[in-house]
């Protein structure tokens, strides 16, 4: 029987970000869970080709919108579950066996979050992260996704928008997701540069405004 799960990662220019996610997906392929890897590619002028010739993950390019990038790795995957993760992502060791778990309920899942930077700006942040995924069933894409290949045609896949297109799949999803019992650890890189409170605020000021109808052009600008 064929590996069942297909991961799928947006890249643009992420050199020097896919070297904290390859190393842990080495787990699920040991595992006999990864079918392949898709790495969809917005228009990349580094290194990010080569790392995944080295790899040998699937090249998909294409004009750079994360929507658009999501659909079109979706649309090359051959696995009955795909696995939509972020390039900065680190995932922990054990992650496969709460993938193999969530697989066999059924439902969508998503991973808690939280930053590779100390600190009480980062927990806070990423504790409120992971309070509006589990009381909204709104994760966002850093917290991963894993869904049936089923579910996700049946929800028309994700949106070729360049901003929220998470948002819009948890929304269209609902109350079947589910938080799956690992964290994904991801980069506080804009965190950092931005401050933590004045990110984190637009960030919120940006969901709030795009569940309000905002499009997703004007908020791209804007983020």
């Given at each position: 029987?064929?590996?069942?799960?297909?991961?799928?990662v947006?890249?643009?220019?992420?050199e020097?970000?896919?070297?904290?996610?390859?190393?842990g997906?080495?787990?699920?392929?040991?595992?006999?869970?990864?079918?392949?890897?898709?790495?969809?590619?917005?228009?990349?002028?580094?290194?990010?080709?080569?790392?995944?010739?080295?790899?040998?993950?699937?090249?998909?390019?294409?004009?750079?919108?994360?929507?658009?990038?999501?659909a079109?790795?979706?649309?090359?995957?051959?696995?009955?579950?795909l696995?939509f993760?972020?390039?900065?992502?680190?995932?922990?060791?054990?992650?496969?066996?709460?993938?193999?778990?969530?697989?066999?309920d059924?439902?969508?899942?998503?991973?808690?979050?939280?930053?590779?930077?100390?600190?009480?700006?980062?927990?806070?942040?990423?504790?409120?992260?992971?309070?509006?995924?589990?009381?909204?069933?709104?994760?966002?894409g850093?917290?991963g996704?894993?869904?049936a290949?089923?579910?996700?045609?049946?929800?028309?896949?994700?949106?070729?928008?360049?901003?929220?297109?998470?948002?819009?799949?948890?929304?269209?999803?609902?109350?079947?997701?589910?938080?799956?019992?690992?964290?994904?650890?991801?980069g506080?890189?804009?965190?950092?540069?931005?401050?933590?409170?004045?990110?984190?605020?637009?960030?919120?000021?940006?969901l709030?405004?795009?569940?309000?109808?905002?499009?997703?052009?004007?908020?791209?600008?804007?983020?």
């Amino acid at each position: 029987m064929r590996a069942r799960v297909s991961i799928i990662v947006p890249v643009l220019n992420s050199e020097a970000e896919l070297p904290r996610l390859l190393p842990g997906l080495m787990e699920g392929v040991e595992a006999g869970l990864i079918r392949e890897l898709i790495l969809s590619d917005g228009g990349s002028s580094d290194a990010t080709a080569e790392i995944a010739e080295e790899v040998g993950a699937l090249w998909v390019t294409g004009p750079p919108t994360r929507g658009g990038q999501l659909a079109r790795g979706a649309a090359s995957a051959g696995g009955d579950w795909l696995m939509f993760l972020h390039a900065d992502s680190q995932l922990p060791r054990g992650w496969s066996e709460a993938v193999l778990a969530q697989m066999a309920d059924g439902r969508p899942g998503y991973a808690r979050l939280a930053f590779d930077a100390g600190g009480l700006s980062a927990r806070i942040v990423a504790g409120w992260a992971n309070l509006r995924a589990r009381l909204f069933a709104l994760p966002y894409g850093d917290q991963g996704l894993l869904i049936a290949r089923s579910d996700y045609d049946a929800v028309g896949g994700y949106p070729d928008i360049p901003l929220m297109e998470d948002v819009a799949m948890a929304r269209a999803l609902g109350r079947r997701l589910r938080q799956m019992p690992f964290t994904i650890r991801t980069g506080a890189g804009r965190y950092l540069r931005d401050g933590w409170l004045r990110r984190g605020a637009r960030n919120l000021s940006l969901l709030l405004r795009y569940l309000g109808g905002a499009d997703p052009e004007a908020l791209r600008r804007r983020y």
